[in-house]
């Protein structure tokens, strides 16, 4: 990989920064989402900065394609730092109920001083943050029982801020999915190209798919192997790997195992979550 650092920011992206940092003041709670299977690289440090001294929900999204036991560490982790956690499958039924519940915990100071003034207590005005694809949509389209969010599993598709009426106790404000102006710390955009966060035109495919399978033969071979229906030797480098996957799959080029293709049905069927439950990152 080249060594420059790795830049992604469009204009979009500075100007709802901005917004966030304008709008925090009126919120009283944030959630934020990362996703499981790379806890610390989907983190926006800079919207974690602007939004620390407001009470907050993490959520780990993705959890069923993430490595159970590893997700479990983080979640102990991030409890440890004095947030409140929850892991979900975004799809899960008892999603709703999990998330309206844990607001209402964080929600409670508020309506208690409310109540001190003599006031009815207010709806819990909640952000949304978390960078592209990580779910954000997907989960406000839930809570609010309605297609209030679109959603696209594309990077940097969610673009407007707006104000979603969940019901009369609870209120949630969606903003894009917001990425660092560039990372310094190149294995954190390589998780993010790998997981569908960054788009993966903005690496190479093939120096991706390498450290892909450096990181699968050290920590999920018998995944890989299982997946795509080949045995692999010690003595096989990463190109013999990728042949054997291509041969397997029929992706030929003039007889011989299409490489490009392999490299390509790879990284598609790593984020899509086939290869099996498997973690970029570990305590």
């Given at each position: 990989?080249?060594?420059?650092?790795?830049?992604?920011?469009?204009?979009?992206?500075?100007?709802?920064?901005?917004?966030?940092?304008?709008?925090?003041?009126?919120?009283?709670?944030?959630?934020?989402?990362?996703?499981?299977?790379?806890?610390?690289?989907?983190?926006?440090?800079?919207?974690?900065?602007?939004?620390?001294?407001?009470?907050?929900?993490?959520?780990?999204?993705?959890?069923?394609?993430?490595?159970?036991?590893?997700?479990?560490?983080?979640?102990?982790?991030?409890?440890?730092?004095?947030?409140?956690?929850?892991?979900?499958?975004?799809?899960?039924?008892?999603?709703?109920?999990?998330?309206?519940?844990?607001?209402?915990?964080?929600?409670?100071?508020?309506?208690?001083?409310?109540?001190?003034?003599?006031?009815?207590?207010?709806?819990?005005?909640?952000?949304?943050?978390?960078?592209?694809?990580?779910?954000?949509?997907?989960?406000?389209?839930?809570?609010?029982?309605?297609?209030?969010?679109?959603?696209?599993?594309?990077?940097?598709?969610?673009?407007?801020?707006?104000?979603?009426?969940?019901?009369?106790?609870?209120?949630?404000?969606?903003?894009?999915?917001?990425?660092?102006?560039?990372?310094?710390?190149?294995?954190?955009?390589?998780?993010?190209?790998?997981?569908?966060?960054?788009?993966?035109?903005?690496?190479p495919v093939d120096?991706?798919?390498?450290?892909?399978?450096?990181?699968?033969?050290?920590?999920?071979?018998?995944?890989?192997?299982?997946?795509?229906?080949?045995?692999?030797?010690?003595?096989?480098n990463n190109y013999?790997?990728?042949?054997?996957?291509?041969?397997?799959?029929?992706?030929?080029?003039?007889?011989?195992?299409?490489?490009?293709?392999?490299?390509?049905?790879?990284?598609?069927?790593?984020?899509?979550?086939?290869?099996?439950?498997?973690?970029?990152?570990?305590?």
């Amino acid at each position: 990989m080249q060594e420059k650092n790795v830049h992604w920011f469009p204009g979009h992206m500075k100007k709802a920064t901005i917004q966030i940092e304008e709008r925090v003041k009126i919120v009283d709670v944030i959630i934020e989402l990362l996703d499981a299977r790379a806890p610390l690289s989907s983190r926006n440090e800079k919207l974690y900065k602007i939004t620390k001294d407001k009470k907050r929900l993490l959520i780990l999204t993705k959890a069923d394609l993430a490595d159970e036991k590893i997700t479990k560490e983080w979640e102990k982790y991030f409890t440890s730092l004095g947030h409140l956690v929850v892991c979900l499958n975004l799809n899960e039924k008892k999603l709703i109920n999990v998330i309206e519940s844990k607001i209402n915990i964080l929600g409670e100071e508020k309506h208690k001083r409310e109540l001190k003034r003599g006031m009815k207590p207010q709806p819990i005005r909640a952000m949304i943050i978390g960078i592209p694809n990580v779910g954000k949509s997907t989960l406000i389209n839930r809570i609010s029982k309605r297609n209030a969010a679109s959603v696209q599993n594309t990077p940097g598709h969610t673009r407007a801020q707006q104000w979603i009426k969940v019901d009369n106790s609870f209120e949630l404000l969606d903003t894009p999915g917001i990425l660092p102006a560039n990372y310094e710390d190149k294995n954190k955009a390589i998780n993010l190209a790998l997981i569908g966060s960054i788009k993966e035109n903005i690496l190479p495919v093939d120096d991706l798919a390498d450290i892909l399978l450096n990181y699968l033969r050290n920590y999920y071979q018998n995944d890989l192997e299982t997946r795509f229906k080949i045995t692999i030797d010690d003595s096989d480098n990463n190109y013999d790997v990728l042949n054997k996957i291509a041969l397997k799959r029929g992706l030929l080029n003039k007889g011989n195992g299409d490489i490009n293709k392999a490299i390509i049905l790879l990284l598609k069927e790593f984020k899509d979550g086939l290869i099996g439950k498997i973690s970029l990152e570990r305590i």
